[in-house]
């Protein structure tokens, strides 16, 4: 990660976006507007917010995720939720899921800003 292109989070943190050298730039901006996701969601595991808030950071880089007990127990506790919800759907349910393309959603689509929602 470079420090290109750092700003401030919301609570003043320091904030760079994801830069692996072996994502695209598409895949790279995609990550980073999800970890920001995560880290802003108020119902998100707060493990998980921690990892987001870490790599948005410049404190762990996205290589070392799994070899970190705090990002490997993150990662865990997220699934887990997941896991949860997906046992909890009907079939029509998790076939929406499979089926949903997030390019198609209207509600996705870049604003007048150019950031996604």
Same mark, same amino acid.
């Given at each position: ?38 880290? %802003?969601?108020? *119902?998100? $595991?707060?493990?998980?917010?921690? #990892?987001?808030?870490? &790599?948005? !950071?410049? @404190?762990?880089?996205?290589? %070392?995720?799994? *070899?970190? $007990?705090?990002?490997?127990?993150? #990662?865990?506790?997220? &699934?887990? !939720?997941? @896991? ?34």
């Amino acid at each position: 990660m470079s420090s290109g292109g750092n700003q401030f989070g919301p609570q003043g943190e320091r904030e760079y976006p994801i830069e692996d050298k072996n994502l695209t730039e598409e895949q790279n901006e995609q990550l980073t507007a999800s970890l920001r996701k995560v880290r %802003d969601m108020k *119902d998100a $595991p707060p493990a998980l917010q921690d #990892l987001a808030r870490q &790599l948005l !950071g410049g @404190r762990m880089e996205l290589k %070392d995720v799994l *070899d970190s $007990p705090s990002g490997h127990r993150a #990662l865990g506790e997220g &699934l887990a !939720g997941m @896991r949860e919800q997906w046992r909890n759907m009907s079939p029509q349910e998790r076939q929406q899921v499979r089926d949903y393309d997030p390019d198609e959603d209207p509600k996705n689509a870049p604003g007048r800003d150019g950031r996604i929602r």
